[in-house]
């Protein structure tokens, strides 16, 4: 038997078929599928390895004398009731927290939000930082213009980012535009990556200097008097006000914060100025950045400048999770610690696989509903087993805003339950009714309190595969006639250039930075199969062959990482394709660390 | 319907390496990168007379409707067609200790399935088409990565 099924393990959302017996025995390629026409990455195709793994939790676990012990449910439940109401009385509803994650349905996202007014408290967080709340105040709306299809007209590319490593699939229209449409490519990142194979100009900036590039960019179109006048003054607000605030940065001192020669910098931005149907792609690596916020209100800035509502071009960023665009269209904000929540914070309750690292704050009471145990299970006082993607009803949003159906092929396995049945249980067990059957009962109650989604009922999404919403209005790109904010106006952002990375020092010589590529902590499930098959590990650290040379590591030497905080064992490799200073790890943080040889 | 490797398109993403290795049960498919950036992967050319099939003690290789194949029961490991082979395409699985090589998914083609190398290639690197589609697309002339002479060429039965 063959059933529909979504990979859950990045925002594409890549469909494929789940071929089953009495189990899932393997998979099927859905070559008719909208986006990804039967493709899949390398955690695409293991995927359903995850469901009957061996390591899937099967019952509910809680934390006595620092050891996790099987529970039942009615225990576990009874716990968790009995602690939230406890804190809910001592120190009010604020001091609840709840943190979602991409592996959430929709459905689920929006009964956790309910249950948490319910509780009073309003602090519902996504577990990790937002790549794209800023998008609200230039935009209008936190998501894609266009479908990630479109990207195949486009003639001209500006990627900031590595999205042919970190969501692999979506290289399939990238490489499209480039070889049938003649695009231009341009590739802005700190390290040489297969993303760079395929530039036509490629600029190689400055750990850090995000922004500064883009200022430089932004600076040079209007120094060259490269765009539409007319569309700036009709559509746009603020203009002059960004305008104003950088008009004594020249390009030449720009670039020079960059590390790039400024007449390189100065063609790209020709390129981008002057192309038909420019589109603009971002991925998760500016996340590792403190000054997030400000290289996307750039990158919104950019595309203001360059007039991204013409016809054919777009702005796209290319997000983590797999349902984060859902977690945005539900009104759930990116998680931002300041040191005052942490310790408010009394009781935490996370739902989904997230691969954030969250600490633990003191004196709390954690509750973490995961598929298997992973690092983060450490913090918790009660583990719930949760269903995985093929063992639940319901849907989720990609990244450019295509809402799919997933399917229950399975049972999860012992006494694991998906989101939506705990949070119905621990609920009804504190008093509140969330008298819901099925997800279709909350699809229409999403419909009916989420206006982008108004128009796409549950029969929609079963039926055709890809609805994108706004379902009418628009077609298929956004803001065609005029931005979604408030007045209608595309604003332009304020933002600083100036890099804000940590200072290496003596006993911290090196930059370690990163970018992420995995979503989903199922990916640790599967990794070691991956390692396995393709004999290269995914776990590693890229050094200059220089720097090597000096702290005297040889190829494929394994070394120790040691940070201010942690320390990580990794084989390294030497290249010239990473810049003097700089370690790159796959799946780290940005932070200064040493390195020592073991 | 012939497969077609097209280094132009190649990202290096590793998915057609573990697609083979989930459906035959290791891989037999290598992609290689000839100066940390430009993909390569050498593969069995199914040779009119094959030296493997001549040396092979157990007769554990034999030619099919063109295709070389090696029967995984017959094997003994003794690598003698590692060392024959004169393009140096067949691997030894160190775990299974077993010659292996890409058959052109013999048994697929036969179901009228697609290999699975091509159906996951995200960029269509990998391709099983018709050999009009192929000329098409050279036609046109898009070779931009042209230094290693990266040309599209065929996994085809001999
Ligand atoms: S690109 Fe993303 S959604 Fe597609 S198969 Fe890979 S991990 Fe899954």
Known sequence: MKIKSICNHCALNCGFYLSKDREIKGIDYWTDHPFNEGALCDKGNLAYRT????????????????????????????????????????????????????TCTNEELYLIKKFASLLGTPNVFSARPSMISNLKESFGFKAATNKLTDIKNSDCIFILGNPFEQNPVVSKYILRAKYENNANIIVADARYTPTAWFATSFLQYKVGAEAALLCALIKSIIDRDLFDHNFIEKNTSDFNAVKKSIEERSVERLSKITGLNHSSIEGAAMMIATAKRPAIIYTTTIMQLPNLSDVVKSLANLSLLINITKEGAGFYPIQGEANIQGIHDLGIEGRQT??????????????????????????????????????????ADIVLPSACFAEKDGSITSTDRMIQKIEKAVDPPGHARSEFWIIKRIAE???????????????????????????????????????????????????KKKFKTKDGLGRFQHFAYQPRIPKTDKAHPFLAITERRYFNREYELI?????????????????????????????????????????????????????HGIIFVPNYKLCTVSIREV | MELYFDADLCINCGSCEIACARENGRKKIKIELFDAQFPISSKCVHCEESPCIKVCPTEAIEKRN?????????CIGCKSCVLACPFGVIDFEKRQHISSKCDLCAGWLEENKRPPCAETCPTGAIRYCERAEIEEITKKGRRKREMIGAKIYAWRPG
Request: hydrophobic share 40%; net charge negative.
């Open chain 1, 51 to 102: 469901i009957h793994h061996e390591k899937r939790l099967t019952s509910p676990l809680i934390k006595r004398e620092g050891k996790f012990k099987e529970a039942t449910w009615e225990e576990v439940i009874e716990v968790i009731v009995r602690k939230l109401s406890e804190i809910k009385r001592e120190y009010g509803a604020n001091a609840i927290r709840i943190l979602t994650s991409g």
């Open chain 1, 338 to 379: 300041t040191r005052s929540t942490k310790e408010a914070v009394k009781a935490l309750l996370i739902f989904g696989d997230t691969v954030a690292s969250i600490e633990k704050p003191k004196a709390s009471f954690v509750v973490l509903s995961q598929t298997f145990l992973s690092k983060t299970s450490d913090i």
């Open chain 1, 429 to 479: 067990a504190m008093g509140h009714d969330l008298d819901y059957d099925d997800v279709k009962a909350v699809w229409n109650e999403i419909r009916a309190n989420i206006p982008v989604y108004r128009d796409i009922t549950y029969k929609k999404i079963e039926e055709e595969v890809g609805v994108h919403w706004p379902y009418k209005n628009d077609g298929d790109q956004l803001y």
């Open chain 1, 527 to 579: 990794s070691n199969m991956i390692e396995n098959i393709t004999e290269k590990p995914t776990f590693y650290a890229d050094i200059n062959t220089k720097d090597a040379e000096n702290s005297g590591i040889k190829d494929g030497d394994i070394i120790k990482l040691i940070s201010a905080k942690d320390e990580v064992t990794v084989p390294a490799f030497t290249t010239d394709f990473v810049p």
């Open chain 2, 66 to 74: 063109g295709v070389v194949y090696i029967n995984d029961l017959l």
